[in-house]
């Protein structure tokens, strides 16, 4: 019994249920942004709706080809809207937390030793 009550109170779980919560609403979002895309295209283009379209008989052709349009739509909006503006903000929040951040033992050890050797190698003037 304590190592599911360990289980459940773990941060862990927390984050995972509301990243689940999070994205189930992002992608109520992205799915209506997607409808809206396509019904711009429709009117900009015809239907880009293929559900009645059955090349050779195929029926499940046309409806393919729909959930294929509608996943590159939802794809280029979650790439472009959520995937690089996160890289973005992780790379300036990375470099400036580099920048506060006091070296480590280990750097500051090799750097004497640096110093060091560069002391005893200077010739004597």
Sequence with gaps: MKGFKDFVMRGNLVEIAVAFIIGAAFGAVVTAFTKVII???AKAGGAP???QWRPGGLVSVGPFLTALVAFLILAFVVYFFVV????AAKRRFS?????DAAPDEDTVL????RD???QRN???A
């Design 49 to 51: 709706n293929f559900d």
């Design 84 to 87: 690089k503006p996160y890289e």
């Design 95 to 99: 470099r400036s937390a580099e920048t």
């Design 110 to 113: 090799l750097r004497e030793i």
């Design 39 to 41: 019904e711009l295209l």
């Design 116 to 118: 060091a050797l560069v």
């Design 122 to 124: 200077q010739p004597l």
